[in-house]
DNA sequence: TATGTTGTAATTCATATAGTTACAACAAGT
DNA sequence: ACTTGTTGTAACTATATGAATTACAACATA
C-alpha cells in the first residue's frame, strides 16, 4: 500500500496556480485539465489545501491563490494537508493474540520503530518548499 | 494509503518463530494463532521469507525456522520481502498534460524528492535488526 | 437576473488486500 | 505402502479505499 496521488495531485495544483495565477483564472476545470483528473478531484483538494491554510478559493466567482509565503509551504504541509495520516504510515494487523508473549509484546516492541522511520520520511519532505519547487519548475520551463 | 500490515504480520511471523521454534513446531497454524490471522496468510509470508532467504519452511512435515543471523536481518529487509516497494512508496497521478508547462515538468520536478523521503524511510528501518528486536522482546518478557 | 463557478452529496467503477475454501504435493512415522 | 499432518497455491469472496462521474444548491459578479 502506498500513500495517495492526492499527494501529488495537491503539489501539481499549487504549482500550476503559481505558475498560471497571473494570466489566468485559475478554476477548478482550469487546474484539472494540466493535471488530467476530474474537477470535482481538484475542488476537493483546493478545499483541503485551503482548511490548512494554503490556499483561498473564491466561491462563485472562482479561482484559486496561494495565501501563504511559498518558502513557508512545505511538502510535508501539502502531504498532511490531503493525505489522512493521522493514524499512521505503517497498518499493524487488528488483533496480535494478547494471551501469546509475542502478541501481548509486539506493539511495545514495534511501535516505536514505526514511528520512527514514518517521522524520517516526514522530516525530509519538510526540508523541501514550494520556493524550492517553483525555482526547479521555472527553471525547466525556461 | 498506507504500507500493508503484511509486514507487521512478517515480524510477528519472524519473532514467534525465534521465541518459539525450540519449544514447539512452528507451523503456519501455530504462528496464525498468534498474529490472530488466517494460516493462509502465514504461509504466504512464509513464502516471501522463504524467497528472500530470511527462512526455510519445511514442506510435508511442517514448521519453519530462521537461517539468517539475527543481527544480519534489517526490518527494511522484511519489508521489501513482503511489501512490492519496486514501484515507490508514492502514488503519482497518472497523466499529467504534457501539454502544460507544469504538467510536462511536474515528474521532474517531484520525483527526486519523493525519491529522497522514501530513502530516508528506509534508511531508518535499515538501523533496526531483528538481534535489536529480541532483545527488546525479551527483555518484557522477563 | 444571467452566467459561470464552487462545495458537496450520492453513486458507480476500479483496484488491492485480507479472508476463506479446497486440494494436490509432500515428508515422516508406523 | 499407508496414514497423518502440513505446505504451497489456486480460486473465489468480502471489504475497504480511492478515483471518476453526475447532479445540484449556494454563491459571486457583471
Redesign the pocket.
Known sequence: ??I???FT?AVHTLLAIHTFGKDY???????ASSV?????????T??SL?EAGIVD????????SIIKPLKDITLLDVYKAV??VEDGLF?F??NPNPACPVGKNIHAVLDGHLLDAQAAMERKLRETTFADLVRELDGRIG
Chains 1, 2 share one sequence.
Not at 38 to 44: D, G, H, Q, S, T
Open positions: 500500500m502506498k495517495t496521488s492526492r495531485v483564472k485559475t478554476t477548478s476545470e482550469f487546474i488530467n483528473v476530474n474537477p470535482v478531484i481538484i475542488r476537493r483546493l478545499g485551503k478559493v473564491k466561491a462563485g466567482s472562482g479561482g484559486a493525505d489522512s497498518n494487523h487488528d
